[in-house]
């Protein structure tokens, strides 16, 4: 079974918190890099964080700092602490294995989970 589940999202105003959560099938996620992805209204889907199975941490420059990525590997689940937040962090946000695992040929993504930053 392929899952990707994620959950946590929501509206806050600048400066605020969130914290996302993903919850992964085992095919995606043991022994995997993973990864936070997302995506702005109109625009490309690009990685903002990641982490190595064993706990390296990336991140994209506009959320370093702000941002914290951190993995459950009992769980299968992949977590985003996100802090000062501004609006241009706006998007629907997805994780996956990074890179991007793929479904017979394709990209396999879940649903997401949409947050908004505005006052």
């Known amino acids: 079974q392929v899952q990707l589940v994620e959950s946590g999202g929501g509206l806050v105003q600048p400066g605020g918190s969130l914290r996302l959560s993903c919850v992964a099938s085992g095919s995606i996620f043991s022994f995997n890099s993973m990864g936070w992805y997302r995506q702005a209204l109109g625009k490309q889907r690009d990685l903002v964080a990641a982490?190595?199975?064993?706990?390296?941490?990336t991140y994209a420059d506009s959320v370093k700092g702000r941002f914290t990525i951190s993995r459950d590997n009992a769980k299968n689940t992949v977590y985003l602490q996100m802090n000062s937040l501004k609006p241009d962090d706006t998007a629907v946000y997805y994780c996956?294995?990074?890179?991007?695992?793929?479904?017979?040929?394709?990209?396999?993504w879940g649903q997401g989970t949409q947050v908004t930053v505005s006052s």
């Open positions: 996956n294995r990074d890179p991007a695992f793929t479904w017979y040929g394709s990209p396999y």
């Open positions: 982490i190595t199975s064993g706990g390296i941490t």
